[in-house]
C-alpha cells in the first residue's frame, strides 16, 4: 500500500521561509517522479515542482528562483524549501509520485501553508 505523507505546512509572515517534507512508503522510490502541487481556496490544483528520477527538475513560473525541490532516494524523502514567501503561496501543499513506466499516480493528503502579509 502507497503512503506520501506531507509535513511542514505552517503559518508564516511574508518573506519569510518553510521547508515541506513527504515520506513515501509503498513504492519504488528511486523510479518515480515527484511532485509538489498547491490548491488555494476556490482555484485548481497546479503544479508548484517536480524532480525526475535523474535529478532534473521543473518548477512553475511563479516559483523560480524562490523555491528549490530536493528529493533523498536513501530516506524515500521529497522536499520542497520555499523561501521569499508571499501572500499568494497560500495553500494546501499536495505530494504527488508519478511511476515513470507504469505513470501510476499517487497523492499525499495535503499540509496548509498559509503566508500573512
Known amino acids: 500500500q502507497v503512503h506520501l505523507v506531507e509535513s511542514g505546512g505552517d503559518l508564516v509572515q511574508a518573506g519569510g521561509s518553510l521547508r515541506l517534507s513527504c515520506a513515501a512508503s509503498?513504492?519504488?522510490?528511486?523510479?518515480?517522479?515527484l511532485g509538489w502541487y498547491r490548491q488555494a481556496p476556490g482555484k485548481q490544483r497546479e503544479l508548484v515542482a517536480t524532480?525526475?528520477?535523474?535529478?532534473?527538475?521543473v518548477y512553475a513560473d511563479s516559483v523560480k528562483g524562490r523555491f528549490t525541490i530536493s528529493r533523498d532516494n536513501a530516506k524515500n524523502m521529497v522536499y520542497l524549501q520555499m523561501d521569499s514567501l508571499k501572500p499568494e503561496d497560500t495553500a494546501a501543499y499536495y505530494c504527488?509520485?508519478?511511476?515513470?513506466?507504469?505513470?501510476?499516480?499517487?497523492w499525499g493528503q495535503g499540509t496548509q501553508v498559509t503566508v500573512s502579509s
Open positions: 509503498g513504492i519504488i522510490f528511486s523510479f518515480n517522479t
Open positions: 504527488n509520485s508519478e511511476a515513470e513506466v507504469s505513470h501510476y499516480v499517487y
Open positions: 524532480i525526475n528520477s535523474g535529478g532534473s527538475t
